[in-house]
């Protein structure tokens, strides 16, 4: 039961940053001016990385308690998976975002096209470590 928790839980993260990621942003930027969009897309991935945090909360809590479950490490592909998802909310948004609107002031050694392709490459990265957490889950779920 556990499992199936996991797998709705990493199905639906997944879904919303896949969401987030190829429909609301180039759509917020192909309808609205440059400066709105930024800002609109800037509230969007607050939200996400937000809720990111308290979903990695949920998800870490299910893989460790299915590991124990199981004879032998505590440590699981399942758990490594969702670390590496917080991992990139973190690194992507709270470490990234910061240098990111200080390179939009000119300061900072880093560009905001460097720093914004780090974080979209962080942001794939999260997305494909969630579907691959959610098929995983799900294919555990379903053997007898």
Do not use: D, N
């Not at 590496?84 to 990234?96: E, I, K, P, R, S």
């Not at 096209?113 to 294919?139: C, D, I, N, P, Y």
């Amino acid at each position: 039961m556990l499992r199936r928790w996991m797998a709705w839980v990493a199905g639906l993260w997944a879904g919303a940053v896949l969401t987030i990621g190829s429909v609301a942003a180039p759509s917020a930027f192909a309808v609205l001016e440059r400066a709105q969009a930024g800002r609109y897309v800037a509230r969007i991935f607050a939200i996400e990385a937000h809720a990111s945090l308290a979903l990695a909360v949920v998800l870490i809590l299910l893989a460790r308690r299915c590991a124990k479950q199981q004879a032998g490490s505590h440590f699981s592909l399942e758990l490594g998976l969702a670390l590496m998802a917080l991992f990139c909310t973190v690194a992507g948004y709270f470490a990234l975002q910061p240098m990111m609107e200080a390179a939009r002031a000119g300061q900072g050694a880093w560009s905001f096209a460097a720093l914004h392709g780090a974080s979209l490459a962080l942001f794939v990265l999260k997305g494909f470590a969630l579907l691959a957490l959610a098929w995983r889950a799900t294919a555990v779920a379903a053997r007898p």
